[in-house]
Nanobody, 126 residues
């Protein structure tokens, strides 16, 4: 059984930064790509970013490109989402997830992920 635990969310003013962490249990963390998604109230869960198993390839949604950076530390079973220049429209619950199915890169569909964390709230005030 895989467990994913996110942390680092909070309330920040527009233009500020937050650093989200996701710690995974299990010995196979380093063999999977890991992604971040977010879900705002009344909206569908949407893709934010993904990193491959080695950390050598990343992809971002257009809405966060240039502001967010994803990274991973396989020795610590951790994936990080550094979020800079935050905007009110970034307000959402942020989830990390394990990519179980790799069709084409990048995997942006929720259906390509099997394990999910409980989410961490990010609120950006204007």
């Amino acid at each position: 059984q895989v467990q994913l635990v996110e942390s680092g969310g909070g309330l920040v003013q527009a233009g500020g930064s937050l650093r989200l962490s996701c710690v995974a249990s299990g010995r196979t963390f380093s063999t999977y790509a890991m992604g971040w998604f977010r879900q705002a109230p009344g909206k569908e869960r949407e893709f934010v970013s993904v990193i491959n198993w080695l950390g050598s390839s990343t992809s971002y949604a257009d809405s966060v490109k240039g502001r967010f950076t994803i990274s991973r530390d396989n020795a610590k079973n951790t994936v990080i989402l550094q979020m800079n220049s935050l905007k009110p429209e970034d307000t959402a619950v942020y989830y990390c997830a394990r990519n179980w199915y790799l069709g084409t890169w990048p995997p942006t569909s929720v259906h390509e992920y099997d394990y999910w964390g409980q989410g961490t709230q990010v609120t950006v005030s204007s």
